[in-house]
């Protein structure tokens, strides 16, 4: 399963990727634009950097370049920096095998062939789309500019009027339903 710091991770770059202007970004704008931690993107973002993913520069005009074209960052480098290896068991890995304890013959095991497959398979995906291919997928509307973040509104899930704050006196006490607002389009 991909970690919450490996979204965070490729969130930020697809931010760096559709800058138009190719300036420097500011973590600042990125924690804010995505709804991600300053401290926690700083953290990433410095871990990407000493993979060569990134380039930065202190002082104004400064922040996080990428250091390679869209099109030569891919989606499976990002994760394997950030989360290590795809392989769903270590005994599937190509860069961190490590038998299985309980494994008397790894070479004859059925659940490490399939687990090969997955790790093949999953490869095979994140090795071959990069940030500006994934860019290419996104709705226009996304790529425009910063993420707003969606407003969610509760309400009583029976229909009568409301008088006062409390609720009306039953045995079956309704359940508030959560109700998302519709995302900020930008145009």
């Not at 410095?46 to 390679?68: D, I, M």
């Not at 707003?148 to 006062?164: C, E, H, V």
């Amino acid at each position: 399963m991909l970690s919450q710091k490996a979204k965070y991770a490729l969130r930020a770059l697809l931010v760096m990727a559709g800058n138009a202007e190719s300036e420097s970004i500011h973590i600042a704008d990125i924690a804010e634009s995505e709804g991600i931690s300053r401290k926690f993107l700083e953290a990433i973002l410095l871990e990407l950097r000493k993979h060569g993913v990134l380039t930065s520069r202190r002082g104004p005009g400064g922040g996080y370049n990428l250091a390679r074209p869209a099109d030569q960052i891919f989606f499976g480098e990002i994760i394997r920096i950030v989360d290590g290896p795809l392989a769903p068991l270590p005994c599937a890995s190509v860069t961190a095998f490590r038998e299985c304890t309980d494994c008397p013959k790894p070479d004859q095991c059925s659940i490490r062939w399939l687990m090969q497959r997955v790790r093949d398979a999953t490869a095979e995906v994140l090795d071959n789309c990069s940030l500006a291919d994934a860019l290419g997928k996104m709705p226009v509307a996304r790529r425009a500019g910063p993420r707003k973040p969606r407003a969610t509104i509760a309400l009583w899930s029976d229909a009568a009027p409301r008088t006062g704050a409390s609720r009306p006196n039953s045995r079956a006490k309704p359940r508030p339903r959560k109700i998302a607002a519709a995302p900020a389009m930008i145009s």
